[in-house]
């Protein structure tokens, strides 16, 4: 395990998080994930620390308003956010981690258009 560092495009937000240098990620076909071009990378939150900016953070939900979406206020990118499969962790983006720390990557596709049926109880098992 290694600490990878990122944020947001303007640098407001800024984050670090604990995971292995190679990492599996999930691409999501959900409605937001899919238009974003989101990579997730799920952690329990006692791997994630917001490093700053967390005035900058507005959050958006939809839906079950379960997912607290987290955007910076000023460039508008969602570096992370509390997943509804995994409301005590973090799925970080990893379009917004910073170059130097990831050695390689896997990515998985995830059906999340049909999240039920791939949660059928109503939480993800973490990975990594």
Not at 70 to 80: L, Y
Not at 106 to 111: D, G
């Amino acid at each position: 395990m290694i600490t990878h560092t990122g944020g947001c495009h303007c640098g407001r937000v800024r984050f670090e998080v604990i995971a292995p240098a190679k990492l599996q990620v999930s691409e999501c076909n959900c409605s937001i994930c899919s238009k974003a071009g989101y990579l997730h990378l799920v952690v329990p939150a006692d791997r994630f620390n917001l490093l700053s900016g967390r005035e900058s953070l507005t959050t958006y939900g939809f839906n079950t308003h379960t997912a607290k979406h987290g955007f910076c206020s000023v460039c508008g990118i969602k570096s992370f956010y509390v997943p509804r499969s995994h409301p005590d962790g973090f799925s970080v983006n990893v379009r917004c981690l910073d170059p130097g720390t990831v050695e390689e990557m896997s990515i998985e596709h995830f059906n999340g258009r049909e999240w039920e049926k791939q949660y059928p109880n109503g939480r993800g098992e973490y990975t990594q």
